[in-house]
């Protein structure tokens, strides 16, 4: 039986090149993958961005409507997602790997478990579990609560202590108040934190702003 994986950590600590590795080890056998990402996560547009420098493009982007399972067994199959005629000349897929996953809806976190289970293709989700206000986003939320696995992926504040959280930067300030939701780009940064950062930048407060 296949599984769904979440593979979490802060931010820097290395997810999207994890998965840009799975992806090579599973393609390097020979075997057939598919990519993907939220549609909302804009940095690389349709690319996931290693920091290391390591790009790929993705074979999907999942909108919050978007019924995730219709869409991955249309491009198994090797069809539009407005189809789910089978190609036989197309090889199985062996493994779907997507990034971001924190910024999946609930749903679509249950449909990959949908396929892990009942399609037998194991999904490997790769995020980070809270945001800049240590409350978790309702995709990670799901993913903790259903996943087979669950594995951190480890990175370290600048003081050298394990990073938990995420810190959320403007210039170079950090800021606790404003939506959920920020890429980092120009404008906002983030930085992993341990604890002992976190509390000391936040005042002592968690869930700062609140």
């Not at 020979?30 to 920091?51: A, F, H, N, Y």
């Not at 491009?75 to 999946?104: K, N, S, Y």
């Not at 594995?151 to 003081?159: A, D, N, V």
């Amino acid at each position: 039986m296949a599984k769904l994986y979440f593979r979490y950590g802060a931010m820097n600590s290395g997810k999207s090149t994890a998965l840009l590795q799975a992806a090579y080890n599973y393609e390097e056998r020979g075997q057939r993958v598919l990519l993907g990402k939220p549609r909302i996560d804009t940095k690389g547009e349709d690319t996931i961005v290693s920091r290391l420098g390591v790009a790929r493009p993705v074979d999907f982007l999942l909108g919050p409507d978007d019924n995730a399972r219709e869409i991955i067994s249309a491009l198994a199959a090797g069809d539009a997602p407005d189809t789910l005629v089978p190609h036989v000349d197309i090889a199985p897929l062996a493994c779907v790997l997507v990034d971001e996953a924190q910024f999946f809806t609930p749903e679509q976190i249950d449909d990959f478990l949908r396929i892990a289970i009942l399609d037998n293709v194991p999904v490997l989700a790769y995020g980070i579990r809270t945001d800049f206000q240590t409350r978790a986003f309702p995709g990670a939320r799901r993913l903790l609560e259903i996943a087979h696995s669950l594995e951190e992926l480890k990175t370290i504040c600048r003081c050298g202590r394990k990073a938990m959280f995420n810190g959320r930067r403007i210039g170079e300030d950090f800021v606790f108040s404003g939506s959920q939701v920020a890429i980092d780009g120009v404008d906002v940064t983030y930085e992993s934190l341990c604890a002992q950062c976190y509390l000391r930048e936040s005042g002592g407060e968690l869930e700062p702003g609140a």
